[in-house]
């Protein structure tokens, strides 16, 4: 019996082990530059260090399926931005520049040589202010399905045209507006597991920070940045690279067949890989 009990109490301190190893991650807060603080999780080592950036009415679990794949060779850093998960909600307006700043912050307290910026969709503008505001800390920006054409641009009245439905019934408005972000072989379970968790955000949050979206302008207000940028965009939308490449010095596009809006999610073992690819790329020019 003593024996049994020996044995079964050593089979549990190495499965916890094991268990530990396997989801270890440390969580910390930074403080952005008005106040308000950021929630982020650290995965693996490295001196190269891959931030995950969420978009619009998600948070830093939209990454799941990524660290897992890439903590074993980098740093891995996943976050929340303000009025998102575990971040600080007070702010009034919710603008992309307070979100790179967010982003920033957390990157200030993070040890690495390399640091490459990973936003997905809203986040790719995000990820745009951040390499305005401390240029010299960031290797490359990677855009996940987003910066389809810079030379998008919204009116202050069609802004306001866009917005009104959300602001009459945001659960409703919400829950059309993301179902249309995939496409017609995308698994009905997973669709809807995605629209509960966005169209349940807090409406004033997630109006604001689409309003300050939709403002960005970068025929008005070129983003003047150095950093190269790569996306790996769905085909969901076209994407204008070359258009692009006249406000950024470079620009870099891979594309994902057959896949939603959040391919990472939906078809995570072929989106790590080619992001892989795209990562090793940037090191091998970056040596």
């Known amino acids: 019996m003593k024996k049994q009990i020996i044995f079964l109490m050593t089979l549990l301190f190495v499965v916890s082990f094991l268990f530990t190893e396997t989801v270890y991650s440390q969580t910390g807060t930074a403080v952005s530059k008005d106040g ?33 794949y890439f903590d074993k060779k980098y740093k891995v850093i996943t ?79 069609q802004v306001a045209e866009v917005v009104k439905p959300f602001k009459a019934d945001f659960k409703k408005t919400a829950d059309s507006f993301i179902r249309n972000m995939f496409v017609k072989d995308s698994n009905p379970a997973f669709v809807d597991s995605i629209v509960h968790k966005m169209a349940s955000a807090d409406p004033k949050i997630a109006i604001s920070a689409m309003e300050e979206m ?29 258009g692009n490449r006249k406000y950024v010095s470079e620009f870099n596009v ?21 992001l892989d690819e795209i990562i090793t790329e940037i090191l091998n020019k970056t040596k």
């Open 36 to 68: 308000v603080k950021i929630a982020y999780s650290s995965y693996g080592k490295g001196d190269t260090a891959l931030v995950f950036i969420h978009g619009w009415s998600c948070d830093q679990t939209a990454w799941k399926r990524q660290i897992p």
């Open 79 to 157: 976050l929340d931005l303000a009025g998102h998960g575990k971040s600080g909600k007070q702010r009034t307006i919710y603008t992309m520049e307070l979100f790179g700043q967010d982003v920033a912050a957390v990157v200030n307290k993070i040890k690495a040589s390399k640091i490459i910026l990973l936003g997905h969709s809203m986040a790719g503008v995000v990820i745009i202010e951040t390499a305005k505001i401390i240029p010299d800390k960031i290797t490359a920006l990677v855009g996940i399905d987003t910066m389809q054409n810079f030379e998008q641009a919204y009116t202050p009245e």
């Open 254 to 274: 891979h594309i994902m067949h057959g896949v939603g809006h959040f391919l990472m999610l939906e078809k995570p073992d072929e989106f790590n890989k080619q």
């Open 214 to 242: 939709f403002k960005t302008s970068y025929i008005k207000n070129p983003p003047n940045i150095k950093t190269p940028v790569w996306c790996l965009n769905a085909d969901l939308w076209p994407t204008n690279a070359e």
